[in-house]
C-alpha cells in the first residue's frame, strides 16, 4: 500500500535545564572526593588519648581556679588547720584534767546540802544531792596542777529541790587529780516537785481560819472562826497542786460537835511556792457564809429523863416517879423543834397532900410535841405544846446548857387539869396544875 504511511517517531533532544533547576551543590563534595568512614571499633589507646585530653582539661581550670582563688583556699586551709589543732589541744587539756565520773562522787562526799525546814506546810525531810550538772573545769594558768571544776548541785528531799552553784577544786599529786575542797557558791533556788504537807495543813487550821475570818462583813462579825472551829474535825474534800504556776488550792470541810450544838463549814485556801526560800506561804483563805450559823444537831435523838422534883398548886403528887420520861428529837432548826414524849402526867385536881400517886395518873406513850426556841436566858430553852386533850393541858419545856452548867439538861412537863370543886354548898371550876422536872441523858 504505497499511500500508507508509515508511522514515525520524531525524538527530540531535550533542552538544557535552566539555572534554578539546578540542585545545589557547592556544599557537597562529589561522591569520588568523600572522605571514607572508618567503621573499625575504637581502640584502648584512642580511649586513654581521650581521657587523657579530658583530665589535662579539667587540671587546667583547677589551676586556673586555685591561682585565681588562691589567698582565699589558704584561708580557708589556715581555718581548718587552726580548728584541727584546737580541737587536739582541747581534748589534750581535757585529758590532762580531772575525770569527770568523778565529779559527783566527790560533791556527795564534801558539798554541803542547804539547811532546810517546810515551815508551817512543807515537807521537813532533809535535802540530798541527787545530780551535779558539771558547765565548766579549767586548770590554774600559774598553777597547772591545780583545776577548779563548776557545776549546778541539785538537792531535793521528793516534795522540794533545790538548786545551787557548785565549785569543787582539784590537786594533781604524782600524776592523780584529788578534791580538796567543795563548796556552795550563792543561794539556792528552790522548786516544789509535789504539793503541801496535808498532816501540816490540818495542824494549822488556826492560821487558816484567821485569814478566812477577814473574808466576813462587819454585819457577820461575831465569836472569830478560830474560836468558833477550835478542835474542829477537818477533812481535806479536795486538792490541786499546780507544777507550772508552782500553787495549791485546798479545800476542807470542818465540823465541830459541841454537847447541844454544832457548827459546820467548808474553806477554800489558795497557797504559793516561794523559790526564794523554799516555803509555802497562804495566800487567801475564804469560809462558806453559813461558817457562823449555830446547828442544834447534837439534840437530835433519844433522851431519858429522871425525876426529880414537882411544883404544884397545892399538894405534891408524885406518880411521875413511876415511870421515866423519854423524849425523841426527830427535827430540830435553830428556832423550832419537833419529836415524841411518853411519860406520866396528872390528870386530875389538887391534892390537899403529898402523895405518891394519885387516881388520875396518867401514862402517855408518844405524844407529839413541837416547841419553839426562846431567845432570852443562858443556855438553849424550847417551849412546846401537845394536841389538845379533854383531860387536860400538857406543856413540854426543855433546857439544854446552863450558865452554871454548859452540860446540863433538863425537861420541865407541866400537867393543867380542869375541874369542878365545890365549897360549902358551891360549886366552882378550877385547875390543878402540877410540874414535873427531869434531868436528861441521851441514851
Not at 94 to 114: G, V
Not at 121 to 135: A, C, F, H, I
Not at 228 to 249: N, R
Not at 395 to 418: I, N, Y
Request: charged content about 20%.
Amino acid at each position: 500500500m504505497d499511500d500508507e504511511q508509515t508511522p514515525t517517531t520524531e525524538i527530540h533532544e531535550a533542552d538544557e535545564p535552566t539555572q534554578s533547576a539546578l540542585a545545589p551543590t557547592e556544599n557537597m563534595p562529589a561522591a569520588d572526593e568523600a572522605p571514607a568512614v572508618d567503621t573499625d571499633p575504637a581502640s584502648l589507646h584512642d580511649v586513654a588519648a581521650a581521657a587523657g585530653s579530658y583530665a589535662r582539661s579539667r587540671f587546667g581550670q583547677l589551676r586556673t581556679f586555685v591561682v585565681t582563688h588562691r589567698f582565699a583556699l589558704a584561708a580557708v586551709m589556715a581555718l581548718g588547720v587552726a580548728a584541727i589543732l584546737g580541737i587536739a589541744l582541747l581534748v589534750g587539756r581535757l585529758a590532762d584534767m580531772p575525770d569527770q565520773a568523778s565529779f559527783m562522787k566527790d560533791a556527795q562526799t564534801m558539798l554541803s546540802a542547804p539547811d532546810y525546814s517546810g515551815g508551817a506546810y512543807g515537807s521537813d525531810e532533809p535535802l540530798v544531792l541527787r545530780n551535779l550538772e558539771v558547765t565548766n573545769r579549767r586548770k590554774q594558768a600559774a598553777q597547772p596542777n591545780e583545776c577548779l571544776v563548776s557545776g549546778i548541785a541539785t538537792f531535793s528531799n521528793g516534795a522540794v529541790e533545790a538548786l545551787r552553784e557548785a565549785q569543787l577544786t582539784y590537786e594533781r599529786k604524782d600524776g592523780t587529780w584529788t578534791c580538796t575542797g567543795a563548796e556552795a557558791v550563792g543561794g539556792a533556788s528552790y522548786r516544789a516537785v509535789t504539793g503541801l504537807e496535808t498532816d501540816k495543813v490540818l495542824s494549822s487550821m488556826s492560821g487558816i481560819l484567821q485569814r478566812a475570818e477577814t473574808s466576813f462583813s462587819e454585819e457577820q462579825n461575831g465569836t472569830a472562826l478560830p474560836s468558833l472551829y477550835a478542835d474542829a474535825q477537818a477533812t481535806i474534800t479536795s486538792d490541786s497542786f499546780d507544777a507550772e504556776t508552782q500553787t495549791e488550792v485546798m479545800s476542807l470541810h470542818l465540823a465541830r460537835s459541841a454537847t447541844f450544838t454544832a457548827y459546820e463549814c467548808d474553806v477554800q485556801a489558795t497557797f504559793a511556792f516561794r523559790p526564794s526560800n523554799g516555803l509555802w506561804e497562804l495566800t487567801a483563805a475564804t469560809a462558806s457564809d453559813n461558817a457562823k450559823d449555830i446547828t442544834l444537831s447534837p439534840l437530835m435523838g433519844t433522851w431519858t429523863g429522871t425525876f426529880r422534883e414537882q411544883t404544884s398548886s397545892k399538894g405534891k403528887c408524885f406518880g411521875a416517879k413511876a415511870s421515866d420520861l423519854r423524849i425523841v428529837v426527830t427535827s430540830v432548826s435553830n428556832d423550832k423543834i419537833t419529836g415524841t414524849l411518853s411519860g406520866i402526867v396528872h390528870y386530875h385536881g389538887e391534892v390537899p397532900e403529898d402523895t405518891d400517886a394519885s387516881e388520875g395518873d396518867t401514862e402517855l406513850s408518844g405524844v407529839p410535841f413541837s416547841g419553839t426556841m426562846l431567845r432570852e436566858g443562858s443556855g438553849i430553852s424550847f417551849t412546846c405544846t401537845t394536841p389538845q386533850d379533854a383531860s387536860g393541858a400538857v406543856e413540854l419545856s426543855l433546857l439544854f446548857g446552863t450558865q452554871d452548867d454548859p452540860s446540863a439538861a433538863r425537861a420541865v412537863l407541866t400537867t393543867t387539869h380542869a375541874y369542878e370543886a365545890s365549897w360549902f354548898i358551891f360549886a366552882y371550876d378550877t385547875e390543878a396544875t402540877f410540874s414535873d422536872t427531869f434531868v436528861l441523858t441521851r441514851e
